[in-house]
């Protein structure tokens, strides 16, 4: 219940979202009498985040090399009108 009072959300809706979380292993869950507190695990963020920048270095590399294309022909478009 202490989960949903932030959000403008039914508890059984932050219970599918825990859920979700849970099976994605995001979050894991001990029992505690009748206390389920969850924890945040980080191993698959840093797993998605190591993955996400591989990508955004390939890409940032890229974009430098069609940068450079670009200016390439816009100097060639620029001589050719003069």
Partial sequence: ME???PFQMSQPAISRHLKILEEAGLISTTIRAQERPRRLETAPLKKA???IEKYRQMWEKRYQ???????ELQAIQTNGDQ
Avoid at 65 to 71: I, K, N, P, T
């Fill in 3 to 5: 989960l949903a009072k």
């Fill in 49 to 51: 985040t190591d993955w």
């Fill in 65 to 71: 090399a069609l940068d450079g294309l670009l200016e």
